[in-house]
């Protein structure tokens, strides 16, 4: 019996001497220690853009820093805000920005594609401005901004136009120029698909009014059909030379299929010599609902390698 117990007990020790040795994993695991001076938190602010207050937060890494520092960009209209994503991102070490564009859940302004990039770039100079990398701990040379749907347009629209943001991830992203040009050559069927986004876009079905303000389904719409170039961020490879990107897409996606989408874009990245593209298509539906820890798991080694 003695002998037994001391076999269980050494081979418990051995186990729980493989699991203190084992290496930190932000997705799964607390921080082992916490730096009491500046410890993670959560701050809730607002910033401008073109004269109106966008409402956010900040999570905060843990330690002095200072921190890489990632910019979320939520999809249209922001019910999925990835936020489980961006903790993992704080766990590992970088500060994590969320925020509303114009006209979005509560930030002033009216929402539109072209204010969801104007705001996403207003952020990026939110961050660098020299309160914010004092008061946040944040390291100016390593901006990345993060988008799921249209915030995945947004990222790789703004950053085209930002080169001050190293990296680029954008999940699903929608292409809108290469959307107003994809409805259906079918009369009869070109008609119920834009109605149906219409419908959509003016929160057909809610008690409520939604919320996105300042915007209607046929004017986004035009807005699309007017922009066919400035909104086709698959052509916009060339702007990310000497960057890294990272394309996630999801194989059952009905939303932005990922043949119509995904692959095109790809397939453009990948003739630019010196970008640095991560690719990858997961399991699961548009918004990632089976394959959440793959897909953070993914991001935060992405952004752990590149982005710091």
């Known amino acids: 019996m003695k002998l037994v117990n001391t076999v269980a007990t050494f081979a418990l020790s051995a186990v729980m001497g493989a699991c203190s040795a084992a290496p930190y994993d932000p997705v799964t695991m607390d921080p082992a220690s916490i730096d009491t001076a500046n410890p993670p938190t959560t701050i809730e602010l607002d910033f401008s853009s073109h004269g109106s207050a966008l409402n956010g937060h900040f999570y905060l890494a843990n330690g002095a820093g200072p921190h890489p520092t990632l910019i979320m960009l939520h999809g249209f209209p922001g019910y999925e805000k990835n936020l489980d994503i961006a903790q993992a991102v704080r766990r590992a070490g970088f500060n994590v920005l ?11 302004g009216d929402f539109s594609l072209t204010h969801v990039i104007e705001d996403a770039l207003a952020a990026s100079t939110f961050v660098r401005s020299t309160d914010s990398l004092e008061k946040y701990r944040i390291d100016p040379e390593h901006i990345s901004f993060l988008g ?3 915030g995945g347009f947004a990222a790789l629209a703004a950053g085209a136009a ?7 991830a954008a999940l699903s992203p929608a292409d809108y120029g290469l959307r107003s040009q994809n409805l259906p050559t079918n009369p009869e069927e070109m008609e119920q698909a834009r109605a149906g986004f219409i419908a959509y876009v003016d929160g057909a079905g809610l008690l409520g009014h939604g919320p996105l303000k300042g915007v209607s389904g046929s004017g986004m719409m035009e807005e699309m059909d007017a922009n066919t170039e400035a909104f086709s961020v698959s052509k916009m490879g060339e702007s990310f030379a000497g960057r890294s990107v990272f394309l996630a897409a999801a194989k059952n996606d009905t939303v932005l299929p990922p043949p119509v989408y995904h692959a095109p874009m790809v397939e ?4 630019i010599a010196d970008l640095n593209l991560t690719h990858k298509v997961f399991e699961g539906d548009h918004s990632y609902s089976w394959t959440r820890m793959a897909l953070t798991k993914d991001i935060v080694h992405w952004l752990e390698t590149n982005c710091r």
């Open 98 to 108: 969320f925020f509303h564009y114009r006209g979005a859940w509560g930030s002033e």
């Open 148 to 150: 799921h749907s249209m």
């Open 162 to 168: 930002d080169k001050n943001v190293g990296c680029i």
């Open 268 to 271: 453009a990245y990948t003739r």
